[in-house]
Nanobody
Framework: QVQLVESGGGLVQAGGSLRLSCAASGTIFSINDMGWYRQAPGKQRELVATVTSGGSTKYSDSVKGRFTISRDNAKKTVFLQMNSLKPEDTAVYYC?????????????????WGQGTQVTVSL
């Protein structure tokens, strides 16, 4: 069984920083795109940032210049460094990854989500 486990959320004042981590576990052969999404109360889940297996990155306009996504392929981990945080960044942040893994004697490729980690930015 494969899973994504996030850590690093919490409460921070506006202007502060947080670093989120998401580690994939299980019998994983490879990981394609990895990313972070967020969902604020009453809003739809939205893309924050993605990174390909080759290291190419993409960011939403709302976080560009403040957040940095990176990954450690050897550790099957993706990170999100969040600087200059604003109250509007408050949300549950979800890790997402496209995993190729062993399941029931076969090899499967499927998108997986983490359980989410709360980020709260106060004034």
């Amino acid at each position: 069984q494969v899973q994504l486990v996030e850590s690093g959320g919490g409460l921070v004042q506006a202007g502060g920083s947080l670093r989120l981590s998401c580690a994939a576990s299980g019998t994983i052969f490879s990981i394609n795109d990895m990313g972070w999404y967020r969902q604020a109360p009453g809003k739809q889940r939205e893309l924050v940032a993605t990174v390909t297996s080759g290291g190419s990155t993409k960011y939403s306009d709302s976080v560009k210049g403040r957040f940095t996504i990176s990954r450690d392929n050897a550790k099957k981990t993706v990170f999100l460094q969040m600087n200059s945080l604003k109250p509007e960044d408050t949300a549950v942040y979800y890790c997402n990854a496209d995993l190729r893994y062993a399941s029931g004697g076969t090899v499967t490729t499927a998108e997986h989500w983490g359980q989410g980690t709360q980020v709260t930015v106060s004034l």
